[in-house]
Nanobody, 121 residues
Framework: VQLQASGGGLVQAGGSLRLSCAAS????????KGWFRQAPGKEREFVAS????????TYADSVKGRLTISRDNAKNSVYLQMNSLKPEDTAVYYC???????????????WGQGTLVTVSS
């Protein structure tokens, strides 16, 4: 599976962005999906996940209520709607997928190339 992330950019604090991740080369609809991010000088961290069975979602505490993960099976895509953005959300965002039910920090089989989100204060 190849993952192609897009949608990053520069936005002011309080603004919104929508990240997209398009998959090719595999049965993406039956993979767990998620998003991670890596801020400058920090380790990569979990942001959100979406189970391919039932569509249940999980979020990091720091993004709950502001970021929403969703999917479009017809387009082999996963999205991250980002609202009420804060400067601390600045990071490279990576989409991820696993052959398992859900991605976790220790269960990722495929990574996208990353897209940079910069939130100015």
């Amino acid at each position: 599976v190849q993952l192609q992330a897009s949608g990053g950019g520069l936005v002011q604090a309080g603004g919104s962005l929508r990240l997209s991740c398009a998959a090719s080369g595999g049965t993406f609809n039956s993979y767990g999906k998620g998003w991670f991010r890596q801020a400058p000088g920090k380790e990569r961290e979990f942001v959100a996940s979406l189970s391919w069975i039932g569509g249940s979602t999980t979020y990091a505490d720091s993004v709950k209520g502001r970021l929403t993960i969703s999917r479009d099976n017809a387009k082999n895509s996963v999205y991250l709607q980002m609202n009420s953005l804060k400067p601390e959300d600045t990071a490279v965002y990576y989409c991820a997928a696993t052959k398992g039910r859900v991605v976790t920090t220790t269960r990722v089989d495929y990574w996208g190339q990353g897209t940079l989100v910069t939130v100015s204060s």
